[in-house]
């Protein structure tokens, strides 16, 4: 992220000067991409199973033992693509308020989570979790300050915070070696959590009326409303009180005053 900030300022600098237009309302289109650096989607837990004939029965009578690990955003999902609109009013010459809606988007995640230990074997089975797509809607309000006297290019940074709602997620467990397979298991419940960061960037002008930026920032969600309404049958209930998450999004804007 200090590299980004740098390439950023050392861009703004090298940019031809052309006078930009900070006199009335402003509305933006927003795109990039958004990576998870923190923040868990399960926890880890050790959950023992008595008989592994309910979920094969082939192995009536059958023990093992669930050795589940945390798994972390970017270990199941990786980067997210972000789409938005925002609208932002002036304060005076170096600052504006603004209101964005902003649609993060990931496709469904794959990963090994953990084991199932079978005693009567002694061996570990592979156990793998498919997870589907995370989708959240932000909406979210903030403040930014212009650096600069109104010339072309102009450094800023901004604070926000706001809510975020994200869609329920559903998951599917696989033990392959053991035919097991617990299709789209309830894991998380959709709803609303507080989010808020801030954010470093350059915006540029390409018209008198039009611009566009650059920008980096850091994002904080909360915790996400867990479904335990099938994993307590497995002794897992608990593996989803988690959810929060931290990430680095980075984002073009463009800019358009009116």
Known sequence: MHRTSAALL??????PATAMAQSGPSFSLIAGY????SGDVHKGAIAP???LGPLNPDLAGVSAEL????????????????????MAWPMGNSDEVFG???????????????????????TTLPVYGRFGGYDALALEGGYRYY???????????????????????????????????????????????FSGGADLGVLWALTDKTSLGLEVGARYHGNLSGDDSALAGLGLAGINNTGKRTSYPVNLRLQMRF
Request: aromatic content about 10%; glycine content about 12%; proline content about 4%.
């Open 147 to 193: 650096f600069g006297s109104g010339g072309s290019v102009r450094p800023y940074i901004a604070g926000r915070l706001g809510t975020t709602h994200v869609s329920s997620i559903k998951a599917t467990f696989t033990i392959p070696d053991a035919n097991i397979a617990l299709n789209d298991v309830p894991f998380f419940k959709s709803g609303w959590q």
């Open 10 to 15: 050392t861009l703004a600098l090298a940019l």
């Open 49 to 51: 199973i008595a008989d």
């Open 67 to 86: 050795r589940i690990g945390a798994r972390s955003y970017d270990k199941i999902y990786g980067k997210a693509t972000n789409l938005g609109v925002e």
């Open 100 to 122: 964005q809606l902003v649609y993060t988007r990931t496709g469904a995640g794959s990963t090994q989570v953990g084991g199932a230990y079978v005693p009567a074997l002694d």
């Open 34 to 37: 958004d990576t998870s650096v």
